[in-house]
Antibody, heavy 122, light 107 residues
Framework: EVQLLESGGGLVQPGGSLRLSCAAS????????VSWVRQAPGKGLEWVSG????????YYADSVRGRFTISRDNSKDALFLQMNSLRVEDTAVYFC???????????????WGQGTLVTVSS | DIQMTQSPSTLSASVGDRVTITCRAS??????LAWYQQKPGKPPKLLIY???SLESGVPSRFSGSGSGTEFTLTISSLQPDDSATYYC?????????FGGGTKLEIK
């Protein structure tokens, strides 16, 4: 069974930093692209960042480019999101999500974690 | 960026009704569209991919159609468990983008 478990969320002040992690199991992590998707309280889904299976290609939404960095450790089946210069508008539940088909970067997400809440507030 | 526009934003229907949700892309995305269902406090669930392919385990009352810029999600006979918010998403080009969502309520 595919499982994705996010951690690292919490309360942080504006301008602060946070590092999210996503532990993957139940599939060959190193074969799949993965992404972070967020959802502000009561709002819709917003794709944040994605990374190819081998980690060599990364993608970012304009809203986070230059502030967030996505990375992965295929030896540990783990995905990360380093978030710097956090803003109030970054407050959201952050989900990690797995691409449906291995080897492709342009895929829908067939598995999601339960999410971790990031609150940016003074 | 490709903008995804869903309509309606809210929808109320009765059990047994046929329900259709529309998603429009600001530019052509061929068939590279997915539909998700999300219930409160839960992550999204993939229903349809490549515009019309039914994800494994999803009831056959769900179907998708369209290509280019116009897409629809249809529920052929609405069930109480279908109360949720539905999102479309394009995966033709980065940044990946979602529609604003359609909240479906059961009368």
């Amino acid at each position: 069974e595919v499982q994705l478990l996010e951690s690292g969320g919490g309360l942080v002040q504006p301008g602060g930093s946070l590092r999210l992690s996503c532990a993957a199991s139940g599939f060959t992590f190193s074969s799949y692209a993965v992404s972070w998707v967020r959802q502000a309280p009561g709002k819709g889904l917003e794709w944040v960042s994605g990374i190819s299976a081998d980690g060599g290609t990364t993608y970012y939404a304009d809203s986070v480019r230059g502030r967030f960095t996505i990375s992965r450790d295929n030896s540990k089946d783990a995905l990360f999101l380093q978030m710097n210069s956090l803003r109030v508008e970054d407050t959201a539940v952050y989900f990690c999500a797995k691409a449906k088909q291995d080897g492709y970067n342009y895929e829908p997400f067939d598995s999601w974690g339960q999410g971790t809440l990031v609150t940016v507030s003074s | 960026d490709i903008q995804m526009t869903q309509s309606p934003s809210t929808l109320s229907a009765s059990v047994g009704d046929r329900v259709t949700i529309t998603c429009r892309a600001s530019q052509g995305i061929s068939k590279w569209l997915a539909w998700y269902q999300q219930k409160p406090g839960k992550p999204p669930k993939l229903l349809i991919y490549t515009a019309s392919s039914l994800e494994s385990g999803v009831p056959s009352r769900f179907s998708g159609s369209g290509s280019g810029t116009e897409f629809t999600l249809t529920i052929s006979s609405l069930q109480p468990d279908d109360s949720a918010t539905y999102y479309c998403q394009q995966f033709n080009r980065y940044p990946l983008t979602f529609g604003g969502g359609t909240k479906l309520e059961i009368k």
